[in-house]
């Protein structure tokens, strides 16, 4: 096949794609079986599957990227654009959490007799492990940040350092939100105020685990010197979706925390 010099790279035939679609949607109807028979094995198993065909997928991503050459700049700027999107989506999912928070909280229904939050429910002290999660994760914010200036300074070892200090700091943050769940008095069934916090703070941790994977996955990846000063897109797309996580914290703590209290 003869080929045309072009801006795009042109992907190989790949079974990813389709898998992961039929996958998917075999997740969400073993979901609805959970709801419904209390049987999660399936689930688990598409879960497994999964994360799988994410690997793999990856996996080749890495391969055409590193070793192969073929994202030149052109490519890059696109994939940064893709990026940016998924953050725009990903910004107008906690959009309606906060919609639903205030609306509920500025405007308490008589359901929950008028009050937020409704009685009976006593709420963290926004000054003991919500304040601590945050100094966390601003000070994670500043570390990757620096990780990122070595880099682009062709500073390996000090980059790689300030990177292992971001993953350290997330996996406490982590461990922190899994013990503030621990001590809370109120559960997901309490009323639209127990729902509307484990909702947006559970979804928040989510995203910090993904964070994190992201995070790990880099660092691997900085080991086995696929960075570059010139070329490191994955490692910055990991620092635009850290800054991100940290930007949607404070939000989370200026409403769900702050204005509860």
């Known amino acids: 096949m003869m080929k045309f010099n072009q801006p795009y790279y042109i992907l190989n035939i790949s079974p990813w794609p389709i898998l992961m679609a039929f996958n998917s949607f075999n997740f969400m109807i073993s979901n609805i ?18 994360i799988i065909i994410s690997i793999l997928w990856w996996r080749d991503i890495i391969r055409e ?8 700049f052109y490519i890059m700027n696109l994939i940064k654009l893709s990026m940016i999107l998924f953050i ?5 999912l906690f959009i309606s959490f906060f919609w639903n928070f205030l609306h509920n ?6 359901d929950i007799g008028l009050n937020w939050p409704p009685k009976n429910i006593n709420f963290f002290n926004p000054l003991m492990i919500p304040l601590l999660n945050t100094i966390i994760l601003l000070t994670s914010s500043f570390t ?5 200036f070595y880099t682009l300074n062709n500073l390996k070892k000090k980059s790689s350092m300030f990177l292992n200090m971001t993953i350290i700091l997330s996996i406490y943050f982590l461990y922190l939100q899994t013990l503030e769940y621990k001590q809370a008095n109120f559960t997901f069934s309490d009323s ?14 989510m995203h910090v685990i993904i964070g994190t994977i992201f995070l790990i996955i880099n ?12 070329h490191h897109i994955s490692f910055e797309l990991s620092i635009w979706y850290w800054h991100f996580i940290d ?11 702050w204005w509860n209290n």
């Not at 909280?105 to 008589?110: E, G």
Request: proline fraction near 1%; glycine fraction near 6%.
């Open 33 to 50: 079986m959970i709801m419904n028979f209390k049987f999660n094995m399936i689930s688990m198993m598409n879960l497994m599957l999964m």
């Open 65 to 72: 990227s590193t070793f192969q050459g073929n994202h030149n």
């Open 88 to 92: 725009i989506s990903e910004l107008f």
């Open 105 to 110: 909280s500025l405007a308490p229904s008589i």
């Open 144 to 148: 990757i940040t620096l990780s990122h």
């Open 192 to 205: 639209i105020f127990g729902s509307s916090f484990y909702m947006a703070t559970g979804f928040h941790g």
């Open 219 to 230: 660092m691997m990846r900085m080991i086995n010197m696929h960075f570059s000063f010139m």
């Open 247 to 257: 930007i949607i914290w404070l939000f989370l703590y200026m409403t769900f925390y």
